[in-house]
């Protein structure tokens, strides 16, 4: 079995009205390469007649973004026409690459009728040679993903290869991502390749990892030696487990920029006043 490194809390970080934790970057934390951001919304309940999301137009570059929608919707738009609306189940992965402007926030029926609100969204880091790749942005509702149903648990694929069967995105870093949903008593475990780093966070829950405990609002790390994770289900639980190799590239991020010098980010900055990230009208 891999080695677990530590186990580390998901801090407060709200947003006005919007219950937020973050895995990382904390004070303990700073990323998991090529991981590098995980904020955890909700759960809560929106009543009627909200103002839903606050992910209004801004810019990325240098990095891709992977959103979870366990509860709620998402309208997606950005300045190189992407639009599109993911509901419960569903998962958004734009890849902001040489960058763009874009919006995440609720749909109008949500803001009129209110409901259940629960949306993880994580940072993934592109390498120097892909920091300037063409955006895109592919949107999965649920029944787009691969469901691998067992008697125990059930993953929901996103991308990457596991028990021999693929996931819809073609990730352009290799990354293997999925959601894990264990029955209370279930056990599930997953093979990580040798060098890989893994992320393996506990949505809902309470669970034993290669022997340790972890319960929701908890980030797990690892060894990167090839081997296997184990994990009982003490009651019914969600995680989020992706891995893939790290990038061992410098990291400069400054608020929606993720680069590998500090000279890159200034440019990033003069490029987006300069319009060149899209124009929002």
Same mark, same amino acid.
């Given at each position: 079995?891999? /080695?677990?490194? !530590? ?25 998991? =390469? ?12 929106? %009543?009627? +007649? ?25 309208? +997606?738009?950005? !300045? ?21 402007? +874009? ?25 120097? !040679? ?11 509702? %649920? ?19 596991? /028990? ?5 995105? =073609? ?9 894990? =949903?264990?029955? /209370?008593?279930? =056990? ?7 060098? +890989? ?39 019914? !639980? %969600? ?43």
């Amino acid at each position: 079995m891999k /080695e677990i490194k !530590s186990v580390y809390r998901a801090v407060p970080a709200h947003m006005g009205d919007l219950t937020t934790f973050r895995a990382m970057p904390t004070q303990k934390i700073q990323h998991l =390469d090529p991981f590098l951001f995980l904020n955890h919304h909700g759960p809560q309940t929106y %009543k009627p +007649h909200n103002n839903g999301l606050p992910f209004g137009p801004h810019p990325h570059r240098g990095f891709e973004t992977l959103t979870f929608i366990f509860d709620g919707d998402i309208v +997606h738009w950005d !300045s190189s026409g992407f639009k599109s609306v993911i509901h419960e189940g569903g998962v958004q992965w734009m890849t902001a690459g040489s960058g763009l402007i +874009h919006s995440e926030q609720s749909s109008k029926e949500f803001t009129e009728k209110g409901g259940p609100l629960e949306i993880i969204q994580l940072w993934m880091n592109l390498p120097s !040679s892909l920091k300037m790749t063409p955006p895109d942005y592919k949107g999965f509702e %649920k029944d787009k993903l691969i469901h691998i149903e067992r008697d125990d648990y059930t993953i929901h694929l996103i991308s990457g290869t596991v /028990e021999g069967i693929t996931g819809p995105m =073609d990730s352009p870093t290799n990354l293997t991502m999925m959601t894990v =949903d264990i029955h /209370e008593g279930g =056990d599930f475990e997953i093979a990580i390749p040798e060098g +890989h780093e893994t992320l393996f966070y506990v949505v809902r829950g309470e669970v034993v990892v290669n022997g340790d405990g972890a319960r929701k609002l908890d980030l797990v790390t690892f060894d990167r030696n090839d081997g296997i994770i184990r994990v009982h289900a003490e009651e019914e !639980s %969600k995680l989020i487990i992706g891995h893939g190799l790290p990038l061992n590239e410098p990291i400069v991020a400054y608020g929606p920029f993720v680069m590998n010098s500090e000279q890159e980010i200034q440019q990033a900055f003069k490029d987006y006043e300069a319009g060149k990230l899209g124009t929002w009208s």
